[in-house]
């Protein structure tokens, strides 16, 4: 019995090298192994394609490579088969450096200062006042909670929002779509770090995002498909929104030509927010399976009616 790694596009061998340090003698395959179907126990994966899974009649547990597990969930998942995701807290440490770093360069005038420079011209500017830079964190999840935690000691206000109420030391915290309109009024640097599901595909759009103060930052670490990138254009182009920082586009990578590699609003970077350790990963997969086999619940399991 054993754990196959099936984590196109991601290359498989740095996982599978992870597997078998943390695995204790369990079998480690790839793709290019070809295993016998009848002993995979485990799979780990990014994506997976309807026809796949059903071809494992002995499989106890999918496990995700990422912190989202949204591309697992495929029709023909047996209803038996937990689907475990990774929660890394590094990761959310990451992840909260990303969103500050892109942040404070658009609150600290960082990109003006740089143009400036190049000119050689010595003009200062008013630093933008704390009341204007109110953060507002969109799930409050581990990698929500880590970047609203990261804002506090900067003085800035960190607004959350979530699907049930949470609380959160420091945060002022909303929940639902009721309190979104509330939050987002609040909200001067908005972060998006919700995970893909039905409700929240297609959320940040034209009528949310115009719910913002004028003039608000948008960064993005959560999935591209809920953001329907013409209306941010739209906002960005109309001055109504200064900037955004993207890490998650609608289509990965975006091509050339799209809009969103040289609009000179935004910040686009390729999915490098972070990215969970190869070891916590295999650990994580490695445990998922061993309380398969023991019939323990799975702590890292998502809640597929929810759909993260
Ligand atoms: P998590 O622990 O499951 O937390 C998800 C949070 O989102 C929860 O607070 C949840 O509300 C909230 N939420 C879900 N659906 C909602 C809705 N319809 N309305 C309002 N709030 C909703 O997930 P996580 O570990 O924090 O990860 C979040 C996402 O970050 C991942 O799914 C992934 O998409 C993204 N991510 C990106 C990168 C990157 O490199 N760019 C890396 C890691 C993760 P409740 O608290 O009420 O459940």
């Known amino acids: 019995m054993a754990i196959l790694v099936l984590s196109n596009p991601l290359p498989s061998a740095p996982f599978a090298a992870a597997l078998r340090q943390a695995s204790g003698g369990i ?33 106890r547990v999918l496990c995700s490579t990422g912190a989202g597990a949204e591309k697992l969930l495929v029709d023909d998942l047996p209803e038996h088969v937990p689907v475990t995701r990774v929660v890394d807290p590094m990761q959310g440490v990451e992840i909260a450096q990303y969103v500050v770093a892109t942040t404070l360069q658009f609150t ?11 000119r050689a011209e010595w003009k200062r500017h008013p ?11 969109m799930g409050l999840g581990a990698v929500g909670q880590a970047i609203a935690r990261a804002f ?26 009721d309190e979104l ?3 987002l009024s609040q909200a001067d640097i908005l972060v998006c770090a919700l995970p893909l599901t039905d409700e929240t595909r297609g959320l940040l759009n034209h009528h949310t995002l115009a719910q913002l103060p004028r003039g608000a930052f948008f960064v993005n670490i959560g999935r591209g498909e809920q953001v329907v990138e013409p209306d941010l254009r739209a906002l960005l182009d109309g001055g109504y929104l200064a900037g955004a920082a993207l890490d998650v586009f609608e289509r990965e990578p975006p091509p050339p030509d799209n809009w969103v ?32 086999r023991d019939g323990l619940p799975q702590p890292l399991a998502v809640d597929r009616q929810r759909g993260y």
């Open 27 to 59: 079998p480690v395959w790839t793709e290019q192994d070809s295993p016998p179907p009848e002993a995979v126990e485990a799979i780990l994966a990014w994506r997976m394609r309807p026809g796949i899974l059903p071809q494992y009649p002995n499989l």
């Open 108 to 118: 600290r005038d960082l990109k003006l200062y740089a143009e400036q420079q190049a």
């Open 127 to 137: 630093v933008r006042t704390a009341v204007r830079c109110r953060v507002g964190v």
């Open 152 to 177: 506090l000691p900067l003085g800035y206000p960190v607004g959350g929002w979530s699907r049930t109420p949470r609380e959160v030391p420091g945060v002022a915290t909303f929940a639902g779509m």
């Open 181 to 183: 309109p509330e939050f």
């Open 261 to 292: 590699w040289s609009h000179p609003q935004v910040v686009a970077t390729p999915h490098i927010a972070a990215q969970a350790s190869f070891d916590t990963v295999a650990q994580q997969c490695v445990d998922a399976l061993r309380r398969a």
